[in-house]
């Protein structure tokens, strides 16, 4: 099968609005597809992520429920991506109903389930085991040159760290609002450092409260100057805020990401009492062709 035979659905991510949260590319049936034809695909839609799904591994899950995810950016492959699960999690809904799934993807299987409410679906992905570390000094002090960025610039309250919940992102938290409003990077500088660090975004964060923060997420790995609404990266918080004691689970966190590029998106992070790993929800829908 070649890229132009296959299917291409676009759907926006966190939001019920096609003009807000994230877009992804979703091929339902990528059977056929290889590397180069994949990574073609999410080219030519200029999307930060696309989502390929195709059978799942032997023994997984039920029928028609279970499937192999595979997530392309416009220049690689990314090992997890949440906007693009959350989007083809609620396109399969559309077609086969509201439910459980089973996502086989690189970094381990993730449970998705799906639900009408409110008259919208709503899809919940649980992320694998989430693990939290240390960065350099040296390491900060490039993150932050690259974002025009001051030691100052930074809550003391909420220290740097590098999280994963199935990627990494390194967390920082702006001591303002309009510190993180201000965002305008040196791409090739804090790409370079995001290779090294084996990052797939930088997750900036300000925290408005207890349990609500607002995040922007530069993605200059890959190909995109900036990712609306980060399912990954909002898992990855959740699994910062529980480790750095910042909540205590059972929480929800609400994650605004978006506003600043005039699409907003709404993620939801839930941390369970006995489960270490994050809970992220939110929903999707279609965009209009014309969109």
Not at 15 to 24: L, R
Not at 269 to 282: A, N, Q, T, Y
């Amino acid at each position: 099968m070649t890229a132009p035979d296959v299917e291409i659905l676009r759907y926006t991510a966190f939001s019920d609005d096609p003009a807000g949260g994230n877009p992804a590319g979703v091929v339902l049936d990528a059977t056929g597809l290889d590397d180069a034809a994949m990574t073609a695909v999410a080219a030519r839609l200029g999307y930060s992520e696309t989502a390929f799904l195709t059978a799942p591994p032997e023994g997984l899950g039920e029928p028609g429920r279970a499937f192999t995810v595979r997530y392309f950016s416009p220049l690689a492959e990314v090992s997890f991506c949440g906007h693009a699960t959350v989007a083809a999690s609620v396109a399969l809904a559309e077609r086969t109903g509201p439910g459980d799934l089973l996502l086989a993807t690189r970094v381990g299987t993730v449970p998705v389930t799906v639900e009408q409410r409110d008259g919208a679906l709503r899809a919940t992905l649980t992320s694998v085991e989430p693990r939290i570390e240390d960065v350099s000094r040296a390491d900060l002090t490039e993150a932050l040159a690259a974002l025009d960025w001051s030691v100052a610039d930074l809550d003391p309250a909420l220290p740097p760290r590098i999280a994963y919940a199935g990627a990494r992102h390194l967390v920082l938290a702006a001591a303002t609002r309009e510190r993180l409003a201000d965002l305008d990077y040196d791409f090739d500088r804090l790409a370079a450092l995001m290779r090294r660090l084996d990052l797939t975004t930088l997750q900036l964060v300000w925290r408005e409260s207890e349990f609500i923060f607002h995040a922007r997420d530069p993605f200059p790995v890959g190909g995109v100057v900036e990712d609306p609404a980060t399912g990954a990266a909002a898992a990855a918080l959740g699994a910062y805020a529980r480790t750095l004691g910042l909540v205590t689970a059972p929480a929800t966190l609400t994650v605004h990401q978006g506003h600043d590029l005039g699409r907003p998106g709404l993620l939801t992070v839930e941390l369970r009492d006995g489960d270490p790993r994050s809970h992220v929800s939110g929903t999707a829908t279609a965009i209009p062709d014309a969109a």
